[in-house]
């Protein structure tokens, strides 16, 4: 057991009960022992590099998704080298089984304990006058728990990397050194995690986007801003056509908006008090900001002449490329950029309209990922929590929360109900991608919007002849482009299925005598994406750039081929898969690209 929840709250196991309480132990399979469990080993670490290092200056140590980190500001610098040896004293630490123990000091306190660590005193300033910390042998944090028990509970250890990071991620405070790690209570599982990073680096899409010249970034043009190479863009093509086609056969009008407006509309619709990553900008003398998102435009469209309930719903879809100041410590190569594409649609409709709406995403939504190749998925329902500061009234929440709800569940999916995750304009349904690693990836995103209808006051005429108040629908299946890509970079291991890989099909001769009948065998794949070799090079080495290149199909051509009017072909994969005449692999290729398989 790593820790209690003791009615509802997670305790120390050395905490003690003042009555009689449910309580309920949590092992280290559970995600709150888990975060526990590594939240101890960031502790174990930071008094390591205490003691191994001079003039060492704490930051924070926090479990994260898959490990913990911590910050440090150490005299002469950490070293990759010096993992290892952070790693021994991390060991001897354990082996002394040094309790965890919580005291409770006043603020007064707190600020002599900490007297000659900067970083920690700024965070006491922030807090009340009772600070919670927790001492390790001689080593005290500050810390609000809980912990294991002891340091001997951790049992496996491994440091993982070494980076920079920004004091509370500001790049007005100082850089510094974070060491990333990881603990488990088993050889066993440690090697399995190892085994899976090994693998998330050999899928990497930002290693793999520059093996098979995906796309490009570059100083010159600015961080976090996309060149998408010609085999990239042939990749995000087929990803947009598929998106209009199927947008278009379910009643989306396509849009396309300017990439700037005026400040005043930002104002107007709160994105300017409300987003501090929105970049402004002089242009003709005025203030003009990049646009963070695409809905304010859609809102205009909507908003130029009197609407009525026939017209309803209204679906406007654009593929939106929007513009975020993201600070430069958190941008990761595709996933986390400063410049992407929104695959972004807005649905103004009737409030009865809205279930049946909702629905229609969803569906949609399941059958696009499910051609994409996912197969798992996670779904989460936000909603209020008590207390909360929200717009629009509670009849309007309940109505909104009740109808996602009820429509997920007529959907018939599995979700979980995250209380609290509502933004402040209404409640939300997200759908998480789950990749070939069991990764999440956020993509699909159905909001109910109450804050911009009234803002802008958007309304529709109703059968009654009276104006009524348009509900407003904000929803994104695929959600950032790039993101999405560098997701289906990772889950297919840049091995495209047919109908998305930049080359489609690869001929290749065995000698030079038969380059002719190999020039005509092309003449027959015009229909697809083929690159053609006839260079003077041994047959293997054509294949085994084929290979690395991820083509799905290679066809192979000599004399014997020739004399019977064949092709030899070759599927990744599985190798060698036979001979077959021209026009029955042209239309089995045909079928497989039109069928998405």
């Known amino acids: 057991m790593i820790v209690g929840v003791v009615e509802g709250e997670v305790r120390d196991l050395s905490y003690v009960l003042e009555k009689e309480s449910r309580v309920v132990g949590v092992e280290f399979s559970e995600e709150i022992g888990r975060k526990v469990y590594w939240h101890s080993t960031a502790h174990i670490m930071a008094k390591a590099v205490m003691e191994l290092f001079e003039e060492v200056r704490l930051g924070i140590g926090p479990p994260i998704e898959e490990g913990f980190y911590y910050d440090f500001e150490v005299k002469g610098g950490i070293k990759e080298e010096d993992l290892e040896k952070i790693e021994k004293k991390m060991y001897e630490i354990i082996h002394q089984d040094l309790s965890f123990r919580r005291e409770k000091v006043s603020k007064e306190e707190a600020i002599k304990i900490f007297k000659n660590q900067p970083y920690k005193l700024e965070l006491i300033e922030e807090l009340g006058e009772e600070v919670i910390i927790y001492w390790t042998g001689d080593f005290v944090d500050l810390c609000t728990g809980p912990h294991v028990v002891s340091t001997g509970r951790i049992k496996v250890i491994k440091l993982l990397e070494l980076a920079g990071a920004y004091w509370r991620g500001s790049e007005d405070k100082p850089m510094l050194q974070r060491i990333y790690g990881i603990s488990f209570p088993t050889q066993q599982e440690l090697e399995g995690y190892l085994k899976k990073i090994e693998e998330a680096r050999v899928r990497d899409h930002r290693r793999l986007g520059k093996k098979l010249g995906l796309y490009s970034m570059f100083d010159e043009v600015g961080a976090g801003l996309i060149c998408w190479e010609p085999a990239g863009s042939i990749i995000r093509k087929e990803v947009e056509d598929f998106w209009k086609e199927e947008h278009k056969k379910r009643g989306y009008q396509l849009v396309y ?4 407006a005026k400040i005043g509309l930002w104002k107007t619709s709160g994105h300017y008090d409300y987003y501090e990553e929105m970049a ?4 003709g003398g005025e203030q003009y900001a990049l646009k963070p998102m695409n809905c304010v435009y859609h809102i205009l469209m909507y908003k130029k002449k009197r609407r009525s309930y026939r017209e309803l719903p209204i679906r406007y879809a654009e593929l939106g490329t929007v513009y975020r100041k993201e600070r430069s410590g958190v941008l990761h190569g595709l996933v986390r ?5 929104q695959d972004d649609a807005h649905i103004f409709c009737k409030k009865e309209e809205i279930k049946e709406e909702v629905k229609k995403v969803l569906n949609l939504a399941l059958y696009m990922i499910g051609v994409f190749g996912f197969k798992e998925y996670k779904i989460n329902l936000s909603v209020r929590e008590e207390g909360g500061k929200y717009l629009g009234s509670d009849e309007e929440w309940n109505y909104a929360e009740e109808v996602l709800e009820s429509s997920i569940k007529e959907v018939g999916l599995n ?17 998480e991608l789950v990749d070939a690693l069991g990764r999440g990836w956020q993509c699909t995103t159905v909001q109910l919007d109450f804050n911009l209808p009234e803002r802008f006051n958007l309304t529709y005429i109703g059968e009654d002849n009276k104006e009524h108040r348009v509900v407003m629908i904000h929803r994104a299946i695929l959600g950032s482009l790039e993101r999405f890509l560098g997701c289906l970079i990772e889950h297919y291991k840049g091995k495209f299925p047919l109908w998305l890989a930049p080359i489609q099909v690869m001929i290749v001769t ?6 002719k009948y190999a020039e005509k065998v092309g003449e027959r794949f015009l229909f697809c994406r083929t690159k053609l ?3 003077n090079e041994r047959l293997g080495v054509k294949i085994r750039e084929g290979e690395e290149m991820g083509v799905p199909y290679i066809v192979v051509i000599g004399e014997k081929e020739e004399s019977e009017r064949v092709i030899r072909v070759r599927k990744r994969g599985e190798g060698d898969i036979g001979s077959f005449k021209v026009g029955e692999f042209v239309e089995r290729i045909k079928k497989e690209i039109e069928e998405k398989r």
């Not at 950029?337 to 594409?341: E, L, S």
């Not at 979700?415 to 759908?431: L, M, Q």
């Open 257 to 260: 908006t300017p990439h700037i």
């Open 280 to 283: 402004k900008i002089d242009f």
């Open 337 to 341: 950029v400063r410049g992407f594409t």
């Open 415 to 431: 979700y979980h109900r995250a209380k609290g995750e509502a933004v402040f304009y209404g409640p939300k349904i997200d759908i």
């Open 510 to 515: 065995i000698t030079e005598k038969v380059v």
């Open 533 to 535: 070799n006839v260079d």
